[in-house]
Antibody, heavy 114, light 111 residues
Framework: QVQLLESGPGLVRPSETLSLTCSVS????????WSWIRQPPGRGPEWIGH???????TYNSALMSRVTISLDTAKNEFSLKLTSLTAADTAVYYC????????WGQGTLVTVSS | HSVLSQPPSVSGAPGQRVTISCTGN?????????AHWYRHVSGSAPKLIIY???KRALGVPDRISGSKSDTSVYLAISGLQAEDEAHYYC????????????FGGGTTLTV
């Protein structure tokens, strides 16, 4: 059974960089796309971007200047970096496997606050 | 705001039927891209219940169904049970936004 588990800091200061990792078990990263999605409090999900198993990345145009998604097939994990954080980046961050539909991790809450 | 539009909330008594709509436009659902539905209970992973507009995911009972018409998709739940209380999200793809996965804002179902 495929499992995805997000890890990273729960609290980040404004202007700093968020780094999250998604550990994948039960499948290899050498298929599909691997996505990051976030959900701010009280709002719907927002797609951040994804990386193809061959390394091609696609990002939400609203976040493109601040986002980097990378893949580590040796560790079977992929990562998100989001720079220049503000309070508006406070959200539950999910990683997911993306074929046509999404297979989600359970998410991790990230709060941006001083 | 979300690209796909859903009603914020719906409710129904046990045993009744409810329908949740998800409306897009000609660059997503109306362009022929498949839509999918997820059930989400806070604190857990969102779970796929309907994929490719009408197909039930493994283990989903047949009292849950999906349909599509033009630029909208619909999730119907009949024989409502208390366990159906959750948030429901639709998701599709949009060709006007560079490679974008798009979502609805979510609907809270109260039984």
């Amino acid at each position: 059974q495929v499992q995805l588990l997000e890890s990273g800091p729960g609290l980040v200061r404004p202007s700093e960089t968020l780094s999250l990792t998604c550990s994948v078990s039960g499948t290899s990263l050498s298929r599909y796309y691997w996505s990051w999605i976030r959900q701010p409090p009280g709002r719907g999900p927002e797609w951040i971007g994804h990386i193809h198993y061959l390394g091609t990345t696609t990002y939400n145009s609203a976040l493109m200047s601040r986002v980097t998604i990378s893949l580590d097939t040796a560790k079977n994990e992929f990562s998100l970096k989001l720079t220049s954080l503000t309070a508006a980046d406070t959200a539950v961050y999910y990683c997911a496997q993306y074929g046509s539909y999404l297979y989600w991790g359970q998410g991790t809450l990230v709060t941006v606050s001083s | 705001h979300s690209v796909l539009s859903q009603p914020p909330s719906v409710s129904g008594a046990p045993g009744q039927r409810v329908t949740i709509s998800c409306t897009g436009n000609g660059s997503n659902i109306g362009a022929g891209y498949d839509a999918h539905w997820y059930r989400h209970v806070s604190g857990s992973a969102p779970k796929l219940i309907i994929y490719e507009n009408t197909k039930r995911a493994l283990g989903v009972p047949d009292r849950i169904s999906g349909s599509k018409s033009d630029t909208s998709v619909y999730l119907a739940i009949s024989g409502l049970q208390a366990e159906d209380e959750a948030h429901y999200y639709c998701q599709s793809f949009d060709n006007s936004l560079s490679g974008a996965v798009v979502f609805g804002g979510g609907t809270t179902l109260t039984v």
